[in-house]
């Protein structure tokens, strides 16, 4: 569960991330919200933007990955203290690492966890971005790959 964020902060320190590049001061596991720890805190020029990370696996469809696999009622947590980020005036940002190498497009598994599906809704509907890419895997390494679209 670790690898997400590995690949994602050396992308992030490495500054390989276009849509991550006007905030290149990275802050790891930074608490916030009601008793949590964001795993990325970016700041630089504008507001900070607090970055909640997800690895997906999931694929019931071939070319498509979804997120969640089961029920994550911390996932939906996260959410919510996104939302809490954007309110105080902040960027937040959930990002899905696809660590798969067949999938083209990402979405959510609505069926799996329809409650994380409507507190992610109503983060995008507060202003919660998105982003999501897929990685290369090889036996030295898993890095960040390419962005991948998000299907709502």
């Known amino acids: 569960t670790s690898v997400p964020n590995r690949a994602l902060k050396a992308a992030l320190m490495a500054h390989e991330m276009p849509e991550l590049a006007d905030h290149p001061t990275v802050r ?8 949590s720890r964001v795993d990325f805190l970016l700041s630089g020029n504008g507001p900070d933007l607090y970055v909640e990370v997800k690895s997906v696996t999931l694929s019931r469809k071939a070319g498509i ?3 969640p696999d089961s029920v994550t009622a911390r ?7 996104l939302v ?14 696809v660590q ?3 999938a083209e497009v990402v979405t959510l598994a609505r069926d799996i966890d329809p409650t994380y599906a409507a507190a992610f809704d109503m983060a995008l509907d507060a202003g919660v971005e ?5 990685c290369q895997i090889s036996p030295q390494a898993i890095t960040l790959g390419r962005p991948l679209p998000f299907r709502k």
């Open 28 to 35: 790891s596991e930074v608490k916030y919200g009601q008793n």
């Open 65 to 67: 990955a979804e997120f």
């Open 75 to 81: 996932g939906t947590k996260h959410l919510h203290e």
């Open 84 to 97: 809490e980020m954007t309110k105080s005036g902040h960027r937040a940002l959930m990002f899905y690492l």
């Open 100 to 102: 798969r190498t067949d």
């Open 130 to 134: 998105v982003l999501a890419y897929d």
